[in-house]
């Protein structure tokens, strides 16, 4: 009996001591990453105000930082994998949605439409982005390293109320003005007869895209006012099962 206790132990232990380095390496990671993409955000946000100093318009701002803007919002994808297998606790599919949105605007809204790049509500939703994610990014960041100061978290926690809603007018008036082009052109799209005999109209999937946002975005925005009132105000919320 005592040599089955102590081999229990024993291996109560070392499954004990496993958990606490995968909890180390994984706290190692995330402070890596948020750091990373701070970093990264605060070069696009210093690129930006640069380009308008020296150039006095935004015209031709979006082609200057286009590379280093899909390279952090493609990356943002790791985001989703954090979620999935656990290390993060927060919603799949919440998380899946802010970043596979924000994707689709990048890569196949205005990185596809050059027509649009010059759009004043590009640069509307690329300055809400780029803010906002300052932001959250340094929030993670200095969460994780347990010195979180309070002007971070008050931001984290009281922008987005105004940035979100200015993000989604920027989002939804670049894809009103890819319309008439996507229309035009037939970009992406596949007509009939083909040897897949499928049919698709991108120019139909953008105007249901657009019309998406009115069932999801009040879910994600009352989702960060809930997130708002535990943190800042300490209240205990139940969270339905995603």
Same mark, same amino acid.
């Given at each position: 009996? !005592? @040599?089955?206790?102590?081999?229990? #132990?024993?291996?109560?232990?070392?499954?004990?001591? %496993?958990?606490?380095? /995968?909890?180390?390496?994984?706290?190692?990671?995330?402070?890596?990453?948020?750091?990373?993409?701070? !970093?990264?955000?605060?070069?696009?946000?210093?690129?930006?105000? &640069?380009?308008?100093?020296?150039?006095?318009?935004?015209k031709g701002l979006y082609k200057s930082i286009a590379r280093t803007l899909k390279f952090f919002q493609t990356v943002a994808l790791v985001e989703v994998v954090h979620c999935a297998i656990g290390i993060v606790r927060t919603s799949v599919i919440?998380?899946?949605? +802010?970043?596979? #949105?924000r994707i689709f605007m990048v890569w196949f809204i205005t990185n596809s439409i050059k027509q649009i790049q010059n759009e004043e509500s590009v640069i509307l939703f690329l300055v809400v982005w780029t803010v906002t994610e300052i932001a959250r =990014? #340094?929030?993670?960041?200095?969460?994780?390293?347990?010195?979180?100061?309070?002007?971070? %978290?008050?931001?984290?926690?009281?922008?987005?109320?105004?940035?979100?809603?200015?993000?989604?007018?920027?989002?939804?008036?670049?894809?009103?003005? !890819?319309?008439?082009?996507?229309?035009?052109?037939?970009?992406?799209?596949? &007509?009939?007869?083909? /040897?897949?005999?499928? #049919?698709?109209? =991108?120019?139909?999937?953008?105007?249901?895209?657009?019309? @998406? =946002?009115?069932?999801?975005?009040?879910?994600?925005?009352?989702?960060?006012?809930? +997130?708002?009132?535990?943190?800042?105000?300490?209240?205990?919320?139940?969270? %339905?099962?995603?």
């Amino acid at each position: 009996m !005592a @040599s089955t206790e102590e081999d229990g #132990s024993v291996e109560e232990k070392e499954n004990n001591n %496993k958990k606490r380095t /995968k909890s180390a390496i994984a706290l190692a990671w995330l402070t890596f990453y948020n750091i990373a993409m701070t !970093a990264g955000w605060l070069v696009l946000a210093i690129a930006m105000i &640069r380009f308008y100093i020296q150039r006095g318009t935004h015209k031709g701002l979006y082609k200057s930082i286009a590379r280093t803007l899909k390279f952090f919002q493609t990356v943002a994808l790791v985001e989703v994998v954090h979620c999935a297998i656990g290390i993060v606790r927060t919603s799949v599919i919440v998380t899946s949605v +802010q970043v596979c #949105s924000r994707i689709f605007m990048v890569w196949f809204i205005t990185n596809s439409i050059k027509q649009i790049q010059n759009e004043e509500s590009v640069i509307l939703f690329l300055v809400v982005w780029t803010v906002t994610e300052i932001a959250r =990014y #340094s929030f993670y960041t200095f969460n994780l390293l347990n010195h979180l100061p309070y002007f971070i %978290k008050w931001a984290r926690y009281n922008m987005f109320i105004i940035m979100y809603p200015l993000g989604v007018v920027g989002e939804l008036m670049t894809i009103y003005a !890819a319309l008439p082009y996507v229309r035009k052109t037939g970009m992406l799209s596949m &007509r009939l007869p083909n /040897k897949y005999n499928v #049919s698709f109209d =991108y120019y139909y999937f953008l105007i249901i895209v657009m019309l @998406s =946002y009115i069932p999801l975005f009040p879910q994600l925005y009352f989702h960060m006012l809930r +997130q708002r009132r535990k943190v800042l105000l300490g209240e205990i919320i139940v969270e %339905k099962d995603e």
